[in-house]
């Protein structure tokens, strides 16, 4: 399974931007999905997450409530709808899979990764 983020942008602050991670080669049916985000100079950190059957969603705090992860499997694609953007949200944004049913939060517990798409917000 390869994966392919896209919908990256540049937007003002308080704006909307979704971004998808389309799935291929394979069935996303079985994984577990999460998103990354590297600012610059900054770390890795983990963004949120869903089950392989986008009945459980987590999200780290800096983002709850703002962003929403979805999963359709039909489509093999997984979004990350973001609202209310703020400057601290640019960063490059990473997706990534696992296969399995479990809790994922760490980037050691991915193993298949997308190339990242970039998010830019404007103040």
């Known amino acids: 399974v390869q994966l392919q983020a896209s919908g990256g942008g540049l937007v003002q602050a308080g704006n909307s931007l979704r971004l998808s991670c389309a799935a291929s080669?394979?069935?996303?049916?079985?994984?577990?999905v999460g998103w990354f985000r590297q600012a610059p100079g900054q770390v890795r950190e983990f963004v949120a997450m869903?089950?392989?059957?986008?009945?459980?969603?987590k999200y780290a705090d800096s983002v709850r409530g703002r962003f929403t992860i979805s999963k359709d499997n039909n489509k093999n694609t997984v979004y990350l709808q973001m609202t209310s953007l703020k400057p601290e949200d640019t960063a490059i944004y990473y997706c990534?899979?696992?296969?399995?049913?479990?809790?994922?939060?760490?980037?050691?517990?991915?193993?298949?990764w997308g190339q990242g798409t970039l998010v830019t917000v404007s103040s």
């Open positions: 990534a899979a696992v296969y399995g049913g479990s809790y994922y939060y760490h980037e050691y517990e991915y193993n298949l």
């Open positions: 080669g394979g069935t996303f049916s079985h994984y577990g």
């Open positions: 869903i089950t392989y059957n986008g009945g459980t969603t």
